[in-house]
């Protein structure tokens, strides 16, 4: 069966520090993957979606970068935090269906 | 467009009654929807989908209503229960690769 693994699960990061978060998924192969943001108490936004092996969408202009250096592997990364980064950063895959599956999340505050 | 950003709307019933949670969508060439249930701190869950050419769907305890016309879609909980108290998300399928989310309603089920 497939699984999605996601962490740090929590982070707390000074203003001005990188960031770098990560995602793995198993049991599958050549999943979409996405990265979303979820700030406290409000719906889903996208940040970055990949279809493949080193090519990424970005769906919004803002201070973060995603990478996917493998096929299960999908990274979020940022050079410098801003205090409008903290969120709920959770990331998707999907296969040949139409249904994302979820990660369990990494919660990240800005201070 | 993507509604992200709102303050999530409410829901508050009784253990037991029936929970009908609505939400617009916007693309009227969507062809393939979705709702998902997001416990606090948790990854969203799929609950149930619907495609386009079918108006109802069925599943365990809940129903997807979907109105073309109006570009309306509605999940139905029978005999909610407290562990259905969570964020529900409505999604529409925007292109080949990717999800619109919606807003989100909060469910409050008292005992």
């Known amino acids: 069966s497939q699984t999605i693994h996601q962490w740090p699960a929590t982070l707390v990061q000074p203003v001005g520090s990188p960031l770098s978060l990560e995602c793995t998924v198993e049991?599958?192969?050549?999943?979409?993957l996405y990265w979303y943001r979820q700030a406290a108490g409000r719906g889903l936004q996208l940040l970055f979606y990949s279809v493949g092996i080193g090519q990424i969408s970005s769906e919004v202009p803002q201070n973060l970068s995603a990478s996917r250096p493998q096929d299960r592997q999908f990274i979020l990364s940022s050079k410098k935090l801003l205090l409008s980064d903290s969120g709920f950063y959770l990331c998707?895959?999907?296969?040949?269906?139409?249904?994302?599956?979820f990660g369990p999340g990494t919660r990240l505050t800005v201070l | 467009g993507e509604n992200v950003g709102l303050h999530l709307p409410t829901l508050s019933v009784q253990e037991g009654d029936n929970s009908i949670i609505n939400c617009a969508y916007s693309?009227?060439?969507?062809?393939?929807f979705i709702w998902y249930k997001q416990e606090s701190g948790k990854g969203p869950q799929f609950i149930i989908d619907i495609r386009s050419n079918m108006d109802k769907r069925q599943g365990q305890r809940v129903t997807v209503l979907l109105n073309k016309t109006v570009k309306h879609l509605s999940l139905q909980i029978a005999a909610t229960q407290p562990g259905d108290s969570a964020v529900y998300f409505c999604?529409?399928?925007?292109?080949?690769?990717?999800?619109?989310f919606g807003t989100g309603t909060r469910l409050l089920v008292s005992p």
């Open positions: 999604a529409e399928r925007a292109g080949f690769q990717k999800l619109v």
């Open positions: 998707a895959w999907r296969d040949a269906g139409n249904e994302q599956f």
């Open positions: 049991g599958t192969s050549n999943p979409n």
């Open positions: 693309n009227s060439a969507s062809d393939y």
